[in-house]
DNA sequence: GCGACAG
DNA sequence: ATCTTGTCGC
């Protein structure tokens, strides 16, 4: 049995269910003596016919050290997404690919890096979450767009603004480059929001996103590029 | 009721 | 997400 069929539902209605099982497991608070010394970003890249409902995808995952940004292993993922896109459940069209992809991964993650929500999402459990408690391992959810409105921070780098749904917080727009539109952040599984936004400001040195993304984006595209020549 | 809506 | 190179500007 594939990583898809383990963790794709049969239908957009079976997809929320499960999402509202397993919100309650994210852990909102890291555990003891968390000092992560390397972050793992992911992403995947789409064939041509995206963003319909199946499409070709490789994802890709990077692990960089915190310290020196130096890339310390990779891996890639080569498989389909099936499930439709829908906004709060995206998760499912990405989720079995870049399971796969950690899999190859030498080095067990520490931190991960979502390129998507974590719990600033309508019933707390985008795609940070979803991999943060499937995986066990504490993650970030950084996404480009956020799911509802916000307010704008200060033009500062670090500055942040709250990102506020049903009266919560769940999450903040996060300026990583003075005078460039802010990052979402939110607490995908196992750190607290400071921590959070402490390791993404880490690893946005010269760009809005965070280096782990930006590289796991290029290996996503390149691996879907070399299939495709082959 | 009418929009908004991660990638 | 994807279609898409060079180019104007700080």
């Known amino acids: 049995m594939s990583v898809a069929e383990l963790v794709v539902p049969a239908s957009v209605e079976e997809a929320v269910r499960l999402q509202e099982r397993l919100a309650p497991l994210v852990e909102r608070a890291p555990p003891p003596d968390f000092a992560p010394r390397t972050a793992t970003g992911l992403d995947v890249a789409y064939s041509a016919d995206a963003p319909g409902d199946t499409a070709v995808v490789a994802a890709a995952v990077v692990t960089v050290a915190l310290a020196s940004g130096a890339v310390l292993a990779s891996a890639t993922a080569v ?8 906004p709060g459940l995206f998760a499912f069209r990405e989720l079995p690919a870049l399971l796969a992809a950690l899999d190859g991964l030498a080095e ?3 931190l991960l890096v979502a390129d998507g929500h974590g719990i600033a999402h309508p019933r ?7 991999l943060g408690v499937l995986t066990g391992v504490p993650s970030i959810g950084v996404a480009k767009t956020p799911l509802g409105g916000y307010d704008q921070p200060a033009d500062e780098r670090g500055a942040t603004t709250p990102l506020v749904d049903e009266g919560e917080q769940v999450g903040v ?5 003075a005078g460039v539109k802010p990052v979402f952040v939110s607490i995908g599984h196992r750190v607290d929001l400071a921590t959070a936004c402490r390791h993404v400001l880490t690893l946005c040195r010269d760009y809005r996103l965070p280096e782990t993304t930006r590289l796991a984006d290029q290996l996503s595209r390149r691996t879907l590029r070399e299939l495709a020549e082959s």
């Open 79 to 86: 498989g389909e997404s099936t499930f439709p896109y829908v």
């Open 108 to 110: 067990p993650p520490e």
């Open 124 to 130: 707390r459990f985008g795609l940070a979450s979803h």
């Open 173 to 177: 727009a996060l300026r990583t480059r």
